[in-house]
């Protein structure tokens, strides 16, 4: 049974640029949840996906943006990247339809900003 | 007030004994609670979950509720170097589509 898996593991860009991240959920997942996770604090929620549309979306600027396919897998898309965004992103899947809709994580991409 | 607080640590804890991590909540709708561990440079790993006052027990580790005080407890019984990570206290509402609410995390070290 697959896990949830994220690509790329890492990731350097620079100033300006885009960037798109990509999260595949756990086998019988239907949502997906992306968070960030700045160095010594705790995850913050970016946005939730379930079937193709953004549910519920945190305190971040439009600049982040992102979308889910018809296979449940889901895309973080940033634009106009600042030295700010350097950061863990993690991917959690979840399942409506289970107890709870516990939220596993996949392995993150960390994306470091020059 | 932040809507999750733990105490960052870190907290050491000589191998064999109890290690106790504590994490307080303001929003008295949350309804579902969980532990997650994280070792450096990696992502969270789900450790347990509570939803109901009292305690439940899972091998050596121990979740406590008390909805009440707005408290939740993770009790790690003969401590493992191994257990030596970050343990992040997450909330949650029981609604459809729900986001979760992290603390800090709470840094442990296990003492050999």
């Known amino acids: 049974d697959a896990g949830v898996t994220q690509s790329p593991t890492h990731l350097i860009k620079t100033r300006g640029q885009q960037v798109t991240l990509r999260c595949s959920p756990k086998s019988g997942h239907d949502t997906v949840s992306w968070y960030q996770q700045a160095l010594g604090q705790g995850p913050q929620f970016i946005f939730q996906y379930y079937e193709e549309e953004e549910r519920q979306r945190g305190n971040f600027p439009d600049r982040f943006s992102g979308h889910q396919f018809p296979n449940y897998s889901s895309e973080l898309n940033v634009n106009a990247l600042l030295l700010g965004d350097s950061a863990l992103y993690l991917c959690a899947s979840s399942g409506v339809a289970e107890y709870q809709e516990t939220q596993y994580f996949g392995p993150g991409t960390r994306l470091l900003v020059l | 007030q932040k809507e999750v607080e733990q105490n960052s640590g870190p907290l050491s804890v000589p191998e064999g004994a109890i290690a106790s991590l504590n994490c307080t909540y303001s929003d008295r709708g949350s309804q579902s609670f969980f532990w997650y561990r994280q070792y450096s440079g990696k992502s969270p790993e789900l450790i347990m979950s509570?939803?109901?006052?009292g305690d439940k027990e899972d091998g050596r580790f121990t979740a406590q509720l008390n909805k009440a005080s707005q408290y939740v407890s993770l009790l790690i019984r003969d401590s493992q170097p191994s257990d030596s990570a970050t343990y992040l206290c997450a909330v949650k509402r029981l609604i459809p589509n729900e986001k979760l609410t992290f603390g800090t995390g709470t840094r442990l070290t296990i003492i050999p």
């Open positions: 509570i939803y109901s006052n």
